[in-house]
């Protein structure tokens, strides 16, 4: 026979699910279990645990949501069962419910455990999840593309004092750090093209190999990923901070668009930066290839640079600049997606952090191929 424990007001209904013979008694729960319904169904559970002591089995699949007071409520009817001999478990439940009965540093067997899951199944539930992720991602893409877009056509809808201090931030403040490393890119790339050229007698074309691999490819690949290290990790840690701090909730309240005051100025400060820091990673990766070439080649400094302008035309810096600006938008994007994303505490601000970090980097360089791919294809 069917029981069922009346709730009134009615957001929460508790039904004796039949079992075979030998099965554990099971209570499914259907609607909100939180502080307007723990309390009675508490009431009505204890008296079930009171009637017999064959196991119970507490059904979350049919609740919509789960309040701390309804984890307390759980936990408790657990403890009455212990100090009864009747074994409690919980199943049914999401990921997100068992972290909270986990809170209460109760025993394991409080929370039943969920039945394997088939390779099938798990690559169903990857392949959804990835799915969705993607939507979620390219919604945000669009709102914050679109924001930006119009602040630039409208300059007085643009907070221009966060815009200058995130472009100090992400450009002026990264100089060093992209200057030294693109330097050293340069020297490195004329030391080994060197080591082979001398063979043959062509030394000269060191100049050559060097400034069309800057400019065309290293220079805005090595910078795109020293700025999604650096910058991008922050706009990550700030937004999840926010998210975390409950201050993006406070704007949402305050009728300020998070996109407009938040999103818009890292993705115009992050489009600025980007290709500017590129034009100088190409200068000092030139000027590294420059030094091997008198020093180590004991070429001219005018016949190095002479062959270096010969060899660039208008479309190499075009393409390395265009590429530069598609990074940037990529970096800033992932950064504010896996940001504003953010689920739980402190914790999660870190794996945040470090996915968008990753993920960036990935980004550029699929995004990096395909644009070597395509400007070979297209440009020649």
Known sequence: MEAAISLSPAPLTATEVPAPHGQPRRWQLMGRLDADTADQLQRGLSRQL??????????????TSLDAAG????????????????????????PAVLEKLAQFQVSPSLAA????????????????????????????AADVTVGAAAALLRPHRLRWGALAQQASL????????????????????????????????????????????MVRE????????????????????EVATMKVGEEIDALHV????????????????????VPLLTVLADVLGILGGWIVGMVYLDLAPRPYLQKTMDALVAKDLATGLFKSAVFAWGIALIGLYYGAGVRGGAQEVGRATTASVVSGIFFIIVADSLFSILFYVVLG
Request: a neutral charge.
């Open 113 to 140: 455990e969920p039945p394997p899951v088939g390779a099938l199944e798990a690559l169903g539930e990857a392949a959804w999840a990835n799915t969705l992720a993607l939507r979620d991602f390219v919604v945000l």
């Open 170 to 213: 992400m450009g002026s403040q990264a100089l060093g750090i992209v200057g030294l490393i693109t330097f050293l890119i340069g020297l490195t790339l004329a030391f080994q093209s060197a080591y082979q050229l001398r063979q043959f007698g062509a030394a000269i074309y060191v100049a050559t190999l060097t400034a069309i691999s």
């Open 71 to 94: 984890a307390a409520t759980l936990v408790d009817l657990w403890r009455l069962g212990q100090a009864r001999g009747v074994a409690v478990q919980v199943v049914g439940a999401e």
């Open 50 to 63: 009171r009637k017999s002591t064959s196991p119970l089995q507490v059904d979350l699949s049919g609740v």
């Open 218 to 237: 290293m220079g805005p690949l090595i910078t795109a990923i020293l700025v999604a290290g650096r910058s991008g990790s922050s706009i990550t840690s």
């Open 254 to 273: 305050m009728g300020i668009p998070f996109v407009d005051f938040v999103a818009v100025p890292k993705l115009v400060a992050m489009l600025v930066t």
